[in-house]
Nanobody
């Protein structure tokens, strides 16, 4: 069983940066693939980025490549999403998710555990 708690969201101006954190509970965190999704009002939840259990492989949606970076610290049982050059279209609730599989996936239904979400608003 894994519990996830996101933090770090907030209001930021276009071009600014935020770092989201996803704190996990459970001794098997290092064997889980971690992922970030987001959901804007009136839209479906969409894949943002994923990182495999050892942190050696990362995957990102085309819309955030070059701007967002996913990472993890297994010793701290935490995953991160560094978001730079933020745009108004990045405004959404950001969710952390985990699955007991060594490989990343962009499909929401392949993730077993979810956090409660953290709001990110990009506006001037």
């Amino acid at each position: 069983q894994v519990q996830l708690v996101e933090s770090g969201g907030g209001l930021v101006q276009p071009g600014g940066s935020l770092r989201l954190s996803c704190a996990a509970s459970g001794r098997t965190f290092s064997s889980y693939t971690m992922c970030w999704f987001r959901q804007a009002p009136g839209k479906e939840r969409e894949f943002v980025a994923a990182i495999n259990w050892r942190g050696g492989s990362t995957y990102a949606a085309d819309s955030v490549k070059g701007r967002f970076t996913i990472s993890r610290d297994n010793a701290k049982i935490t995953a991160y999403l560094q978001m730079n050059s933020l745009k108004p279209e990045d405004t959404a609730v950001y969710y952390c998710a985990a699955r007991p599989n060594p490989y990343g996936s962009s499909r929401t239904y392949e993730y077993n555990y979810w956090g409660q979400g953290t709001q990110v608003t990009v506006s001037s």
